[in-house]
């Protein structure tokens, strides 16, 4: 049996939840907070929806953390509270020396915009290996932002390939010369004054909403479980990528059960690379 643990029963938990289960393709998914009701209530509104939207997905909920052993993999979300509080800070770290080793090899999915600390704490303090450290809301990002250029370009989101890079909060670093649509150079289908528009907006793409975040959590973990081919744009700490070592960024990289197999790093040109490191180097 495959299952999938999300550890708090907050909205991007529990959007989480709800993206993992409609896609049919996991057999049990564990919602775990503090809060047992919420935690089981949430579990069951999305279990009773399936007959409705079509899935059999077994979901439940509990405040047990030792059910999470064994998991494929484990989803770290936000907590069932007012403003639904994202894990993170020595509450956080605490929570991850306590589940990381229950969870054996799994990789551990970090749904939420304000972990990049928590991801480097996970690593450097908690030991936990850089490889199943992945941090999702930059696959929300870029997903946001392919649906711009799709607007512009008049195509589907599905036709575009972009990479998201730097750092969070705010300093990202979107490789146009690398960007592509339906396989043709992206510069090939958007004018300058195109591109320029699309520049303008990305900056205020962040940081994504809890729908987006579970989503993107979801489309992680899913890509963890199917081993998929395609790259995804990931949070992870640094290991010489642009340079730069134990800091956490963004780039791409290839998923499957173990975590991250690869990483790849974007032929950049000059105005790019100068733009990259002044986000590192932000951090």
């Not at 970090?110 to 992945?134: H, N, T, Y």
């Not at 946001?144 to 990479?163: F, K, N, R």
């Not at 956490?248 to 733009?275: C, D, F, K, M, Y």
Request: proline share 5%; hydrophobic share 45%; charged share 20%.
């Amino acid at each position: 049996m495959t299952t999938v643990a999300i550890i708090g029963a907050g909205d991007i938990g529990g959007e989480c939840a709800q993206a993992l289960a409609a896609r049919d393709h996991i057999s049990h998914i564990l919602v775990i907070d503090s809060t047992a009701k919420a935690a089981s209530g949430k579990a069951l509104d999305i279990r009773q929806s399936g007959a409705i939207r079509g899935f059999h997905t077994q979901l439940d909920g509990t405040d047990d953390w030792s059910r999470a052993t064994g998991c494929t993999a484990c989803v770290i979300a936000d907590r069932f509270a007012p403003g639904s509080p994202e894990w993170q800070g020595e509450e956080g770290l605490a929570m991850i020396r306590q589940l990381a080793p229950a969870c054996n090899d799994a990789p551990l999915v970090f749904a939420g915009v304000m972990q990049s600390d928590l991801i480097a704490a996970s690593v450097r303090e908690a030991r936990v290996e850089r490889r199943r450290v992945i941090g999702s809301a930059s696959e929300a990002l870029s997903a946001a932002i392919a649906a711009i250029v799709a607007m512009e370009a008049g195509c589907s989101p599905d036709e575009v390939s972009l990479a998201v890079l730097g750092a969070p909060p705010g300093s990202f670093v979107v490789p146009w010369s690398d960007a592509s649509i339906g396989g043709y150079a992206l510069d090939r289908a958007l004018s300058q004054v195109q591109l320029t528009r699309i520049e303008g907006r990305v900056a205020r793409l962040w940081p994504p909403g809890p729908c987006t975040l579970g989503a993107a959590a979801a489309r992680t973990v899913e890509a963890i479980l199917d081993a998929s081919r395609r790259s995804y744009n990931v949070l992870t700490v640094l290991s010489g990528e642009f340079g730069v070592r134990d800091r956490v960024g963004t780039l791409p990289a290839l998923l499957a059960s173990r975590g991250i197999v690869q990483t790849r790093v974007p032929s950049l040109n000059t105005r790019e690379r100068v733009q990259l490191d002044t986000a590192l180097s932000a951090r």
